[in-house]
T-cell receptor
Framework: QKEVEQDPGPLSVPEGAIVSLNCTYS??????FMWYRQYSRKGPELLMY????GNKEDGRFTAQVDKSSKYISLFIRDSQPSDSATYLC????????????FGTGTRLKVLA | DAGITQSPRHKVTETGTPVTLRCHQT?????MYWYRQDPGHGLRLIHY???????DKGEVSDGYSVSRSKTEDFLLTLESATSSQTSVYFC?????????????FGPGTRLTVT
């Protein structure tokens, strides 16, 4: 079993829909959680980052962390065709090395 | 790309030849990382550095070595390239300012070993 699990998709939604992307993990020591967006043949772009539990909102994006369930989510409101990309989650413990374990990514398609 | 450049951006090489990839940052970040990205595996850490001349192994370090002689440069060397090292290689940086755990990626190097 991988430390971080992420559904590869593809996930297809109509423009304007609310998108929910999720990752589960097994290591209870994870404290830092990231979400990246990656367009084809580009480097990952940091979208959201959170420390420990709770919610964080930035524009159309909301990141949630539920440490009791070892589950993190990224919500995208009013999705746009430009949101079509692969979304990666990443997690690290608090050892101070910031060595992240990545999910394999979920491919999202937003249809116009 | 947060002040990170990688060179070369594309490279085709033959099995058994040495290859060096370069990562250069202008952000003065303390930590630098090399990852490879392969279908079905996602991003996997090869090596990382927590300061000049301070490096450590990641998850998939066999066949790779690194060096960091200056804060801004982190080199990844494939001593004798194999076809299994065909991949996209990404450099990342973190560790600056009040939020040290954010990690930013470079544009990637696409390496093909024939």
């Amino acid at each position: 079993q991988k430390e971080v699990e992420q559904d590869p998709g593809p996930l297809s939604v109509p423009e304007g829909a609310i998108v929910s992307l999720n990752c589960t993990y097994s290591n209870s020591a994870f404290q830092y959680f990231m979400w990246y967006r990656q367009y084809s043949r580009k480097g990952p772009e940091l979208l959201m980052y959170t420390y420990s539990s709770g919610n964080k909102e930035d524009g159309r994006f909301t990141a949630q962390v539920d440490k009791s369930s070892k589950y993190i989510s990224l919500f995208i409101r009013d999705s746009q065709p430009s949101d079509s990309a692969t979304y990666l989650c990443a997690m690290s413990d608090a050892s101070g090395t910031y060595k992240y374990i990545f999910g394999t990514g979920t491919r999202l398609k937003v249809l116009a | 790309d947060a002040g990170i450049t990688q060179s070369p951006r594309h490279k085709v090489t033959e099995t058994g030849t040495p290859v060096t990839l370069r990562c250069h940052q202008t952000e003065n970040h303390r930590y630098m990382y090399w990852y490879r990205q392969d279908p079905g595996h996602g991003l996997r850490l090869i090596h990382y550095s927590y300061g000049v001349k301070d490096t450590d192994k990641g998850e998939v370090s066999d066949g790779y070595s690194v060096s960091r002689s200056k804060t801004e440069d982190f080199l990844l060397t494939l001593e004798s390239a194999t076809s299994s090292q065909t991949s996209v290689y990404f450099c990342a940086i973190s560790g600056s300012g009040s939020v040290t755990y954010e990690q930013y990626f470079g544009p990637g190097t696409r390496l093909t070993v024939t």
